[in-house]
């Protein structure tokens, strides 16, 4: 089946999903993303890769961390940002989604950043754009969050090396988190040979060893030796009805704390994609520890999103020259 996030020449023209994407495109925009940083570490600030285009942030959910990184990232590129206050927009007085869309088209939107609480909202959008936009995911519903997963894979491959030998645990509240599913994806194409999960039952999707992962209810058990634990917030605002009996009995039993993190490898990595809380999943001494890489994250999420703009604005670009010159 056609991946509707490539051209035909298998080249990035959105990004909705880390599923289905081919190793060589997770591999170019990791690869393009630490030619920013380096670029970045040596103070270099513009990069004149998107001039004159319009970046429209629509964020119909909360965000501190994406909505502002891609703001950062785009205006990095030269790109105009508009950021769309949804709760200010005629969203509001019941206008649907693709007629909102189809207005800032008209005002010469060159790329959407979407997050929606529904499911698949970036898809949709990706089906309705002229040739020559692009759609990036931002986070949609229990979906994906691809860009989350790709700064996750930046941040492991640059404290790891690589992905070869990794023991990766990704834990808490797997059901309701577009991060996990996105992060099991994309390690998984990138080669990770162990993938484990580690939350009670009724956090844990049906069916999720299918994604190839080691499921594991026991933190004792599922941390041993890990090289990096990827931790998760309780999803309350996915949440209908009661999927645990009370925020301390899940700190009590899968909460990190640096007694059960002594269970990974001595040099084993901690991350959490945020917003965190502080004595739910995650224990203050840990989240603000040594080996905590949880503000490195946020960093490489910039370079990580000017990464993928830049490709797909290009690739969209080449694509429609191609089409253009079909056409003469
Ligand atoms: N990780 C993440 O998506 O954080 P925000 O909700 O703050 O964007």
Redesign the pocket.
């Known amino acids: 089946m056609k991946n509707p996030q490539l051209d035909a020449n298998k080249a990035l023209i959105h990004l909705l999903s880390t599923e289905g994407l081919p190793r060589a495109v997770l591999e170019q925009i990791l690869d393009r993303a630490a030619e920013y940083v380096t670029e970045m570490e040596q103070g270099h600030k513009k990069f004149p890769v998107l001039p004159g285009k319009s970046v429209f942030n629509l964020f119909f959910?909360?965000?501190?961390?994406?909505?502002t990184t891609f703001e950062i990232a785009a205006k990095r590129l030269s790109a105009d940002v508009i950021n769309l206050n949804i709760n200010a927009s005629s969203t509001a007085k019941g206008e649907t989604l693709l007629d909102t869309i189809h207005n800032l088209e008209a005002m010469g939107a060159d790329l959407f950043v979407v997050?929606h609480a529904q499911s698949g909202a970036a898809h949709l959008i990706s089906q309705h754009v002229k040739p020559g936009i692009a759609v990036v995911n931002?986070?949609d519903g229990r979906h994906a969050?691809p860009t989350?997963a790709l700064l996750d894979m930046y941040t492991i491959r640059h404290f790891k090396g690589d992905f070869t030998g990794l023991r990766v645990a990704i834990v808490g509240d797997i059901l309701h988190s577009r991060?996990a599913r996105s992060q099991i994806h994309a390690l998984s194409t990138l080669g990770c040979p162990e993938i484990r999960v580690i939350a009670p039952k009724t956090l844990l999707p049906v069916g999720v060893e299918q994604l190839g992962v080691h499921v594991y209810h026991d933190m004792a058990a599922g941390l041993k030796d890990v090289d990096v634990v990827a931790m998760l917030r309780l999803q309350n605002e996915r949440m209908s009805g009661a999927y645990l009996p009370s925020t301390q009995e899940f700190f009590k039993y899968y909460g990190l704390t640096a007694d059960k993190l002594a269970l990974a490898r001595p040099d084993a990595i901690v991350m959490h994609?945020?917003?965190m809380n502080r004595g739910v999943e995650i224990d203050s001494a840990v989240a603000d520890g040594h080996q905590a890489v949880i503000l490195p994250q946020v960093t490489f999420g910039i370079a990580v999103r000017m990464a993928v703009m830049a490709l797909v604005a290009e690739n969209q670009a080449r694509a429609v020259a191609h089409n253009k010159g079909y056409a003469a």
Do not use: F, I, W
């Not at 959910?61 to 909505?67: G, V």
């Open positions: 959910e909360n965000s501190t961390r994406t909505r997050r931002a986070g969050h989350q991060v994609p945020g917003p």
